[in-house]
């Protein structure tokens, strides 16, 4: 290595006043020309995924000092969804993934660092912090804090977060269960730290980021506070010192090749309906072509190989100790495409190391859970740009459906509807005026979803909204609708009683009504004020781009 980042701000008599600086920080002069390692995490004590990282953090800089470099701990903010969900709050979630990614970047460039660690986990702050590393291209490692174990019960019963909480309400709110049942799933739900335990959009984002390449083998099933998660978080800070001085980047690694792998074990997992969006924006910022349209091409021709939770029967716990990611691409067989890997070895090689799997956990090709992946990709009149179903999470007897529209321009009033029980068997519930621009934000609707199903109403209720859903969330449900409701979108003309009828074996997404009256009815249509008129979210209402392109940020 001839020469560093780094060497802008620690060599050379004219950087005196910056070497003075970091001596101020404490950093040894005999460190100075090491490679200066950011180890960027997003700690804290608001959320069960991230409690558990000043732990990681000690192994990383552990890692850095054995294998020869220096780091610095910078912070970077986390928003939980389950706790942002169903108010106000829920508007800032995906917005900060483009604050994480900026933030990342500006570190990075104002100190000329030569590495980043970047130690992560929940929902945006891991696609945050990838887009960062594709967006910078210098030489960067993921570290994911590791998913949560499920609860203990009697006889057997293990307690998760969604169906033990959001599903739980709407069965308490039903008289299906009382509040002493209600109150012991609160207090077994959420165990310790962790993201939470099923296929949701954390967990499935950590998969995708070992998969694609980014992290090392193991990382994105190991368990929180769990040993191997410390060995791991060692090994992550000795490898990105190799990789500093071997000059490996990003982008060597991000390779269509690698978004490829892992839209398909996103599929073959049923994993979240969200990873549309990230991997959409990751892609972007690694200047790779990744089409919407890619997602259901592979769909197509990647059986789902696995029933997890919350569609299924399987944790996470379950999945690591079959055989976790290694073990999915082992079953993939020839579907998978060879890519470099941070690890070192290439994703066949590592493949070719994997033992026997899991058989029950981790279906063959030839005796998969379902024929086709877990991700659809509608179109039709009401989505011409596209729309997301988690088919996976899908009852054979809902994969069509007609019905009628039951119309709502905010998720309140979806929700105050669903509980006092005006939404009925036979009923589309349509919730717009969420996407991106209208929301803003393209809330997570996770609260009326889990309420269809605890309601009895998953097999007899359709959801549709230009807004988005939990990786938590199941039944028919379908989200990302483009172009949404704020923009003229269609899905801003249904009225109730509407006929709407859902294909999703077709991809078909339709308002059966005729043109004439949709003319009449745009003629008349009116932009709403927006929700939001002040402080960051109005900005990023602005320049946020449609859910079909990722939701980032782009000025016009």
């Known amino acids: 290595m001839t020469s560093k980042r780094s060497d802008a701000i620690t060599r050379g008599f004219e950087r005196a006043p910056h070497r003075a600086l970091l001596l101020g920080t404490g950093l040894p002069r ?188 193991g990382c994105g099933t190991a368990l929180a506070v769990s040993s191997l998660k410390r060995r791991l978080a060692f090994a992550s800070g000795e490898r990105i010192v190799d990789l500093v001085r071997e000059n490996i980047t990003p982008r060597q690694v991000l390779t269509r090749a690698a978004f490829e792998n892992a839209i398909r074990v996103d599929l073959a997992l049923g994993g979240s309906s969200n990873t549309v969006l990230h991997l959409l924006s990751i892609a972007r910022e690694a200047e790779v072509d990744v089409p919407l349209e890619l997602f259901d091409e592979l769909s197509r021709t990647t059986p789902q190989l696995a029933s997890m939770n919350p569609g299924g029967k399987h944790f996470m716990e379950d999945l690591d100790v079959a055989g976790g990611v290694s073990g999915v691409l082992s079953q993939l067989g020839d579907l998978v495409l060879d890519n470099p890997t941070l690890s070192g070895p290439s994703l066949k090689e590592i493949v070719s190391a994997v033992p026997p799997v899991d058989e029950a956990v981790i279906h063959p090709l030839s005796d998969p859970v379902r024929a086709e992946g877990g991700i659809a990709i509608l179109r039709g009149n009401l989505a011409p740009d596209g729309a997301v179903v988690k088919q996976s999470g899908v009852s054979d007897k809902m994969m069509q459906f007609e019905g009628r529209a039951r119309c709502f321009d905010s998720e309140e009033q979806a929700m105050e509807a669903l509980m006092d029980g005006q939404v ?20 997570e609707m996770l609260a009326p979803t889990a309420t269809l199903m605890g309601l009895g109403l998953g097999d007899s209720v359709a959801l549709i909204t230009d807004g988005r859903f939990s990786g938590g969330t199941r039944g028919p449900c379908i989200g990302h609708i483009s172009p949404e409701a704020m923009v003229g979108g269609l899905i801003a003309l249904v009225e109730d009683g509407d006929t709407i009828r859902l294909n999703i074996p077709q991809r078909r997404l339709e308002l059966l009504v005729d043109d004439a009256v949709l003319a009449d009815r745009r003629a008349s249509w009116q932009r709403p004020e927006p929700k939001i008129k002040k402080g960051w979210l109005s900005r990023y209402a602005a320049v946020v781009t449609s859910a079909n392109t990722g939701a980032v940020c782009q000025a016009d």
């Open 424 to 443: 009925v068997a036979g009923d589309v519930v349509v919730i717009r005026y969420e996407g991106p621009k209208g929301g803003p934000g393209m809330r």
């Open 30 to 217: 005999s460190e100075m020309g090491k490679p200066l390692i950011g180890i960027a995490t997003s700690f804290t004590d608001l959320i069960p995924g991230h409690i558990g990282m000043r732990d990681l953090e000690r192994f990383i800089e552990k890692g850095v000092h054995t294998g020869g470099g220096y780091s610095f701990l910078f912070g970077i903010p986390g928003v939980c969804d389950g706790i942002a969900m169903g108010h106000k709050g829920m508007h800032y979630s995906l917005a900060t993934r483009e604050l994480i990614a900026d933030m990342v970047e500006s570190i990075a460039e104002a100190h000329r660092l030569d590495g980043l660690v970047l130690l992560t986990n929940c929902d945006k702050i891991t696609p945050g912090m990838l887009m960062a590393a594709a967006r910078l291209d210098i030489p960067s490692i993921v570290v994911t804090a590791g998913p949560m174990q499920t609860g203990t019960g009697r006889e057997g019963r293990r307690y998760s977060f969604v169906t033990d909480t959001f599903e739980a309400m709407a069965r308490f709110k039903a008289g299906a269960i009382d509040e002493q049942e209600l109150t012991m799933c609160e207090d077994r739900a959420c165990p310790g730290a962790g993201s939470c335990q099923g296929l949701f959009t954390a967990n499935t984002m950590a998969i995708l980021t070992e998969t694609l390449g980014m992290s090392l083998v």
